[in-house]
């Protein structure tokens, strides 16, 4: 079997929470107990990475995935030998080259020309080496024009495709990349992506960090999954992805779900007598028995003076309460409704607004001619949709009980929340559905970075 060129065993990386104030003890006692982290409590430790072991065998692609400190970035760091680990070993193979903070060894003074010999020199190239390939780095990074600039005068996209450049003409063993395969304008991370792939048809090393899913399952040979310092899953990346956007969704479900709940809850414990919250608060919802004169400006909020209520909304797909949809999907809207006293004048609303606060599509059992015979005790009303055909976003309900001539019995604005995911990222708000022909003179491929 061959041996793996980056070898984790165990490794474990704390952080002190510097919002706590008490301080070590002398330098001889943590000496003396081998580790100033033993002085801590466990409440004053971050675990950054926690007791990870992790193989990458040569010619391997690698994509650490996970949320925003999850601790994929420290474990680049320490792999690249920028951060040593607390406790654990770190073993790497090779020259490495590490595109973590792209030109962190530019100095600002100085020449684009004389940064690049430095910077060479720092990767581990000799002089020699550097000369040789000097024109090549700065054709890529397309800075020809500045290059005996001081790096001070380049603009953030001219320093970051430079750093990039010198970084991929190193002719590394392994390769680190924490998030910069698209930096600049789309043609250079067209040029990113090409350098990308042809260090792997070299049999290079990657250890890849990044948000972009849709890169992982088009590059990578493995997917790893980075939670709170731990992997939480290995191996093939589409089942890995997937297994990650699925505890994403769950995660998004239970907040919007929350959200949703507090909302709810504070119309509720505020009553009718509430309605001195200034209209545009978005501190506590507004409530009141009076509407305002604009209902779709108006702030976040419930109104109404019954008999008719609705007391419960549940937003469901195939049966099953949701807040997250993958746009095509068919969504339920429940209202669970009652009243004390038999009701003959009433009609059931529903509006889908945008998170701009744009109307997406209103209707009511009105407008849709349904006449009202007599409402009593308590039922449910279903508004069914086939297809949600939006584009990705988050949505908001309003859903209202009235009279035929709009006296309002108990109106929830903006109370509802879902959201609504796709692969496709279109702009708008209505997704029609639709498909794409093309004659034999024309000819298109998928972008690389499609998902």
């Not at 601790?71 to 490495?96: C, E, F, N, Q």
């Not at 809850?265 to 305002?292: F, H, I, N, R």
């Not at 339920?332 to 607004?353: K, M, W, Y």
């Amino acid at each position: 079997m061959t041996d793996p060129v980056i070898a984790l065993r165990d490794v474990t990386k704390l952080y002190r929470r510097y919002a706590y104030r008490r301080q070590f003890s002398t330098l001889k006692s943590a000496l003396l107990k081998g580790s100033l982290a033993s002085e801590l409590e466990p409440s004053e430790v971050l675990r950054a990475v926690d007791g990870v072991s992790l193989d990458v065998s040569p010619g391997a692609t690698v994509g650490l995935i996970g949320r925003n400190g999850s601790g994929k970035s420290t474990l680049l760091k320490l792999v690249a030998g920028i951060t040593k680990p607390t406790t654990g070993k770190v073993d790497v193979r090779g020259r490495i080259s590490a595109l973590i903070e792209l030109g962190a060894g530019f100095h600002p003074e100085i020449s684009g020309r004389e940064n690049i010999f430095i910077n060479g020199v720092m990767l581990g190239l000799t002089k020699r080496e550097i000369a040789r390939r000097f024109d090549e780095i700065v054709e890529f990074a397309e800075v020809e024009d500045f290059i005996d600039s001081p790096v001070k005068t380049y603009s953030s996209g001219m320093y970051m495709r430079l750093g990039f450049a010198v970084a991929v003409h190193v002719d590394p063993d392994v390769l680190l990349i924490d998030e910069v395969l698209a930096v600049g304008d789309e043609g250079f991370s067209l040029k990113c992506l090409d350098k990308f792939s042809e260090f792997k048809r070299r049999g290079k090393t990657i250890l890849l960090v990044t948000h972009g899913l849709g890169l992982v399952q088009r590059y990578c040979d493995e997917a790893v999954w980075v939670d709170a310092g731990r992997i939480r899953g290995q191996g093939d990346p589409r089942r890995v992805v997937h297994t990650y956007t699925t505890d994403i969704a769950s995660n998004e479900e239970h907040a919007l779900a929350s959200a949703d709940r507090k909302a709810l809850a504070a119309t509720e414990a505020s009553g009718a007598g509430a309605d001195d919250t200034p209209e545009g608060s978005t501190d506590l919802p507004v409530v009141t028995e009076e509407p305002p004169t604009d209902m779709f400006q108006a702030a976040q909020g419930r109104w109404g003076a019954g008999p008719v209520r609705i007391d419960r909304v549940a937003l469901e797909r195939d049966g099953a309460e949701a807040h997250v949809f993958r746009s095509g999907d068919r969504l339920a809207i429940r209202l669970g409704v009652s009243t004390p006293e038999p009701v003959r004048d009433f009609v059931f609303g529903i509006s889908i607004f945008n998170a701009e606060g744009v109307c997406c599509y209103g209707t009511n059992t009105d407008i849709e001619e349904f006449e009202p015979v007599e409402l009593s005790g308590s039922g449910e009303v279903i508004f069914d949709i086939d297809s949600l055909d939006l584009v990705e976003g988050t949505y908001k309900l309003d859903v209202a009980a009235h009279t035929r001539n709009g006296l309002q019995y108990d109106y929830h604005r903006l109370l509802h929340t879902f959201r609504v995911k796709s692969h496709t990222k279109d702009a708008g708000i209505y997704r029609p559905r639709h498909r794409w022909s093309f004659s034999s003179g024309v000819r298109l491929a998928p972008h690389p970075m499609s998902r």
